[in-house]
């Protein structure tokens, strides 16, 4: 098959006028045959334990049955994980092959991703949203969804030639791989086998093993800490931090690579896994500066475990009070599938707490609540949470440390937010000042969306103009704030916020890969100025800070609603000998535009050059 075009990218808000529905899955969880065993923590409905005893025809049942009912549900309320017990499922004559929908997580509960082998595939394929879902095929809103902790061998039995010719993950942001060992054919992060235009704007891997991968249509990604046998294209914004078989940069933008040797601080994700005595336990890996390559060749991931009856199960019908007892007692928090409204702040106080999220576990704000407040201790680990704004106003979706107060973080254990995703509008009306505020020290960000969603259910507005009346009623002026020292951030996706999407204040920033779109529904250019500046960088770094360093970064514009519109820098940092940024770009979708780059350096992503970046190889 020749290789897949570099496409540029269409507005995502173009395609959607849909409102769609919801359908819920609801298995019991299996109880395989055999000697007894520890009991089965109560994990909710919506988690479903497979065990390797299991019909693979009933597996496939069950996944065929949660995909349909997931495959077009982007606004829904349905969460749900799958999770395999150590084991080998699916056969060479009978591979299980698995489509991966909305708010759904595949994970194996083994302690390393070889206890559990899938004999198949694991895939997410283009949505086709016009002509009856045969046209427009694409991966732009291919959100929220998890693979995690697993080895895949890729059998593709019964599938047609080119469905045939590799493991398709084709998605955009919210959407992680880690901890995956995958052999026996290719895989491919974009689907080239629907009819087109098969855009796509992802993503994130880390500590994985991967064969030969084509990126093809995939604008940016971040591949941290992982192996990979090889990789072909790459539309805007590639990077790799740590990973044994990455590409060279030195060609940059040509093709558009940026490789760091060693990823300078990483810390893995936690995994639910059950031990060699059928207890659940919780992995908690640990921190490490300047490392490559995954973390489980040579055994157990580094790092501490939990027992799961050191955590409390909560449900959605939990009342906060009840959760921040639990926690003010010592007790880690797992957040089941579900969507949790919160009217006062989940507070997490103790130093290495760990709050784990299931199958994409969202935390709603209600009354203008801050869902998830951090103190400013040391250890802190959220993972695999979502967090959307409600409709009243939150200062903060999430707040690590306060503005004012003592910090007692530490260097070598830092807080750490894995998988933590918000959102500001799309299945309800939603708003806060700020998504993300870290005021703490020595906390790492590892793969965070911030969005101000620029489509949702459509028809909440009562004004003519739904672009207008979304920039009035669906507002965030920041995505993220970093007040905070020694903060690193490795994946930082943030998208469509009124003011700054990103403000950094600390000293000693890293962002390694950092994506942003402009708003697309600015209504005048009145309504996008900063002072007398024509609109607002998509990353600033603080006036007063005298170190940072940014690779791969880039920022995007589509002002749809008036493509009159202009944007001075798509960057604005001081202009000190401590501030390095290495490998950015602005590029034009095809609506209004970025007149420079970064301080008044760069040409011009305009109407001129839709679809075609501008880089600096680096700044200053």
Known sequence: MPTPPHRRRLGRALAFGLVLTTAAVTTNTPVSAGPPRPATPHLGPNVTIFDPSMPVSQIQATLDAAHAAQVDNEMGTTRHAYLFRPGSYGTAEQPLQIKVGYYTEISGLGASPTDVVINGKIEAYNRCLTEGGTANCIALVNFWRTLNNLSLSINAAGQDDCRASANFWAVSQAVSMRRLDISGGGLSLMDYCTNGPQYASGGFIADSRLPATTNGSQQQWLTRNSEIESWSNGVWNQVFAGVVGAPDDADFPDPPYTTLDRTPLSREKPYLFVDAKSKYQVRVPAARRDTRGITWANGLTPGRTIPIDKFFVAKPSDPVRVINAELARGKHLLLTPGVYDVARSIEIRRPDTVVLGLGHATLTAVNGAV??????????????????????????????????????????????????????????????????????????????????????????????????????????????????????????????????????????????????????DPPTQADWMNGKVNGWAGYKVGDRVRHHTLYGGGVYVFNQNNPSIRTENGFEVPVRPGIRLHHIMTVNLSAG????????????????????????????
């Open 371 to 520: 869902p998830l407040d951090v103190a400013g201790v040391p250890g802190v680990v959220i993972a695999g949470v979502t967090i959307d704004a409600g409709l009243k106003e939150s200062p903060v979706l999430l707040r690590v440390g306060q503005k004012k107060g003592r910090h007692h973080s530490t260097p070598n254990n830092p807080t750490t937010l894995s998988d933590v995703y918000f959102r500001i509008g799309g299945p309800h009306i939603g708003k806060t000042d700020t998504a993300l505020e870290v005021n703490s020290d020595h906390v790492l960000i590892d793969h965070t969306w911030v969005w101000r969603g620029d489509h949702g259910v459509e028809g909440f507005t009562e004004g003519v103009n739904g672009d207008t009346d979304r920039w009035r009623t669906n507002t965030g002026r920041y995505g993220a704030i970093i007040n905070g020292d020694h903060v690193t951030a490795t994946g930082l996706f943030v998208e469509h916020f009124q003011r700054y999407n990103t403000v950094w204040n600390g000293e000693h920033g890293t962002t390694i890969l950092y994506q942003n779109e402009l708003p697309y």
């Open 593 to 620: 535009t970025i007149d420079h780059v970064v301080n008044g350096v760069g040409e011009a992503a305009d109407m001129d050059r839709v679809g075609v970046p501008v880089y600096l190889k680096r700044y200053p």
